[in-house]
């Protein structure tokens, strides 16, 4: 149960910083501006988890034969990612 409070609050926080760097005219965004608000240094399983669920918009570039995740540009918050921002 704390996990998902946790998570739910790291989720949040990549909304508003995604919110904030591109009301501030960051771009390109890439998940190397979020770093800092994951102390795992997951950021970018959190991203893929938010694509996944339609909160945001990004272009996954992939390394390798098995195209492995490598890292996240052109991350865009969708309306979806920007109603959850404003409950």
């Given at each position: 149960?704390?996990v ?22 960051v ?14 240094g ?15 918009g ?7 034969f ?20 404003h409950?």
């Open positions: 149960m704390e998902n409070t946790v998570n739910q609050k790291l989720i949040y926080a990549i909304l508003q910083e995604i919110d904030t760097c591109l009301n501030q005219g771009l390109p965004l890439h998940d190397d501006y979020l770093q800092h608000l994951s102390e795992a997951d950021i970018l399983e959190y991203l893929l988890l938010m694509k996944n669920e339609r909160l945001i990004g272009t996954l570039v992939t390394k390798g098995n195209h492995t995740p490598h890292r996240m540009t052109n991350i865009n918050l969708t309306h979806l990612g920007r109603k959850a921002l409950l």
